[in-house]
Structure formats: C-alpha cells, structure tokens
C-alpha cells in the first residue's frame, strides 16, 4: 500500500516566481533586498535571548504559590473552616499520617500502576491508528468515523456498562484510562500527519526514500509537535479517567481513599489526595516538555521574538 498524499498540506502558497501584473507582464524585484522573487522584502526574524533557568522556574512557580498564599489567608481569617476546606498545615499533617502508616504509599501505587497501564496502552494504540489514518485513505475511511463517534461519549457515562461487561476488577478501570488517553493522542497523530507538507514526501520520494523511511524520516518528524501535544492531552485526560475509575467501587487507590475520608467527612485526607492529582498532572507535563526539548531541540534554540 502506498503512502497517500490525500489530506496532506501543500504549502507553496501563491506558487513563487516573479510577480505578475493582471495583463500577465512581469515585474522586476524591489531595491529593499528582496531575495525571495516576488517583489516582496522578507521580514527579519529576530531571535530572543535565552531566558535564566532561575527566572524560568521562579514565573513558572509564581502563580501556585500565590494559590497556596490565599489558601494560608483564607484559613488564617476564618473565611473558610476545617470542615469546608482545611487549612494547608491541617492537610500537610495528614498527608504525614497516611505516609507514617503506609496507608499512602500502597493506595498512591496502585494509582500509579492503573494509569501507566492505561496510559501506555492508550497512547500506544491511538499513536499507531493515529498514523495509519493519516496516511492512507482506506484507513481513514475505516478509523475515523468510528474514533469520532467513540469520542464524543462521555467516559462517566460508559463506566457503569463497562462494570457490567468485566466486574469491578482492574480491566475496566484500565480500559476507562485507555480510553480517555488514547483518543486525543489519535486525534493529535493523526492531524499531525495529515499536515506534512506534501513538498517533502515528494523531495524523499525523489531521494529514492521507501514507504517505511519516508514515515520515519519525513512523516513522523514533521509530525512530532502535534504528536507531543496529543501526549500532553492524553496525560492529562488520564489522570481525570482515573479519578472516575477509583470512584466507582474499588477497594484500592487513591480513590478509593477519598472516598473513605468524604464518608468520614475527613476533608484533609480529601484535600491531600487532591493535591498529590494534581502535583502527578504537574509532573506528567514537565515529562513532555522535557522531552519536547530532547527530541525538538531545534524549536527552542531559535524562538522568534513577539
């Protein structure tokens, strides 16, 4: 099967060359330095100075410190009680104590263990799915019609169906969090594919390039930028599905333990389990973005200047 250029993006815009009058005669290039033919001067991309990694981390951390300072005021004042929302002391305490009695640490492992399942499952499939579509018509013709209609349920509303197809085990949490990563790491790779502007599958065909070098060597790295950002999507929506999944009768995971702590009315156990949420989505996306330096470097070595 050959690689199909339906879809792909033709960027060679007004097709170069000189420019033209409406009668057709041409026109001779500008005196501002035009180089690039059509009687237009290009513009100077300047590049902007690296930005200190302390500086960097100082603005990247600024806007959850104020959150944690608002939090201390709000508990401070008495604007809010414990019992409504406990202050931050209150929830580092019994972050302590479940860490002291291990309660933590096993449920925290568990978590981890559905989600990387789920997650690598996921991404795995819409990544592959994701690049036959692109390529070829016969596979966006069978994929992404079915994709888009899977996309569009929502993940709560197939949880009690999938809990009566497989029980209350561990499949269909892992299923739930395939679920929610895999489709917008297929939406993403298959966007991303069909993108690549067809100039350069052309330049590899005439290079000599076979079908499986032209997806690693041209397609894939031309598609990485949008790939990486439906990984980012997929993390993220991961960590949601989770959520959904331990809340729907389980015996083991974080989930799990809020939703003992919230028939206790213990809101600090609840708190706790929402901040370590959110610290893993923290750390699931600094994940990316190093490895969007790692595989791109050379998107971030010369940033234009806005």
Request: overall charge positive; proline content about 6%.
């Amino acid at each position: 099967m050959s690689v199909s250029l339906q879809g792909h993006r033709d960027a060679t815009g007004t097709g170069g060359g000189e420019a033209t009058t409406a009668a057709g005669t041409s026109l001779p290039p500008s005196d501002g330095g035009d180089r690039t033919g059509t009687g237009l001067v290009p513009p100077t991309v300047r590049t902007r100075r690296r930005q200190p990694w302390w500086l960097n981390l100082v603005l990247r951390a600024s806007g959850p410190v104020v959150l944690v300072i608002l939090w201390v005021a709000a508990s401070a004042s008495g604007a809010v009680t414990s019992q409504q929302f406990p202050a931050p002391w209150e929830v580092g305490h019994a972050f302590a104590e479940l860490a002291r009695t291990g309660e933590l640490w096993e449920n925290m492992s568990v978590s981890l263990r559905r989600v990387a399942v789920g997650l690598v499952t996921g991404i795995s499939v819409g990544l592959v799915l994701g690049i036959v579509s692109g390529l070829f018509r016969l596979g966006d013709q069978l994929i992404d019609p079915t994709v888009q209609i899977v996309r569009t349920i929502p993940v709560l509303a197939i949880t009690p169906l999938l809990i009566i197809w497989f029980g209350i085990d561990e499949l269909p949490k892992i299923i739930i969090i395939s679920l929610a990563s895999g489709i917008p790491t297929y939406i993403n790779t298959h966007l991303g594919v069909r993108h690549v502007d067809s100039r350069l599958i052309e330049a590899g065909r005439a290079y000599g390039l076979g079908h499986r070098q032209l997806v690693w060597t041209v397609v894939i790295p031309e598609a990485l930028p949008q790939i990486l950002l439906g990984f980012r999507i997929a993390m993220t929506a991961a960590l949601g599905a989770l959520v959904v999944a331990e809340l729907s009768n389980t015996q083991t995971g974080l989930g799990f333990l809020m939703t003992s702590a919230q028939q206790y009315f213990q809101t600090d156990i609840v708190v706790a389990c929402i901040v370590i949420y959110a610290a893993a989505g923290l750390l699931a996306d600094t994940v990316v973005r190093v490895l969007e330096r790692v595989t791109m470097p050379y998107k971030f070595s010369r940033e234009p200047r806005r």
